[in-house]
């Protein structure tokens, strides 16, 4: 193993038993087929239910909604891609040449992904304490607090809540188009909401990111045009 992976597992503060985990979670699927996408899903699980539980225990008197946003707001990948960077993994994930050469090392949802597939990888070679710990650490200097919750509310949340408020049905989301090539292809999504004869677009990196956009521009639009 390299000096760069030992380093590595000591920020983890988690030594491998099974070191083809830890390769594996930093492997970008341009660089192999044995490549950490698997491990990513896992990851994602675990964040989620560890994050729950360190809110569950801070924020004692918030009730469900509010930690529900809050979690959103830690889990989202401008979160993970900045605890990526202070985790040092673009020095160390491993890419194509192809993908090294468009800046992949510095992409944000490589890196998100590989912090997840590492959270993957120590729960399947330490157990769910071992992942656990480490997703503590991870936010430990993050200043989790009730005021999250405001500016964890993303722009599909809040639209629904308008909705719901004035007794509305929920928006209809679809991708009308994409663009670029298939490896890097953006998503134009249109929100609808049929009650107000109303339509939007907006475009994003995946269909999720689109449908967020979509969704703020519709915000917008209810704004500027008078509705309470």
């Not at 990948?77 to 160390?92: F, K, R, T, Y």
């Not at 993050?142 to 509310?153: E, F, L, Q, R, Y």
């Amino acid at each position: 193993m390299s000096e760069a992976l030992w380093a590595l597992q000591r920020r983890l503060q988690h030594e491998f038993s099974d070191p083809a985990l830890l390769t594996r979670a930093l492997t970008h699927r341009s660089f192999s087929a044995d490549h950490n996408e698997r491990l990513e899903f896992l990851g994602d699980a675990v964040l989620n239910l560890s994050v729950a539980d360190l809110l569950f225990e801070k924020l004692q008197h918030l009730p469900e909604g509010d930690l529900s946003r809050i979690r959103a707001n830690l889990v989202k990948q401008d979160m993970l891609h900045q605890l990526a960077v202070e985790l040092g993994l673009p020095a160390v994930v491993r890419l194509g040449d192809g993908e090294v050469r468009s800046g992949g090392k510095k992409r944000p949802s490589i890196l998100a992904d590989a912090l997840e597939a590492l959270i993957g990888a120590v729960y399947l070679d330490g157990g769910y304490i071992a992942a656990q710990a480490l997703v503590r650490r991870l936010f430990k200097a993050v200043d989790i607090n009730p005021t999250m919750s405001a500016i964890g509310k993303d722009p599909k949340t809040e639209l629904q809540e308008w909705l719901q408020a004035r007794k509305l049905r929920l928006p209809l989301y679809r991708v009308v188009g994409t663009i670029g090539a298939a490896h890097q292809q953006s998503f134009d999504v249109e929100c609808e909401i049929a009650e107000l004869n109303l339509s939007e677009r907006g475009i994003g990196g995946s269909r999720r990111a689109g449908e967020q956009c979509a969704a703020a521009a519709m915000l917008q639009t209810l704004r500027k045009g008078g509705h309470p």
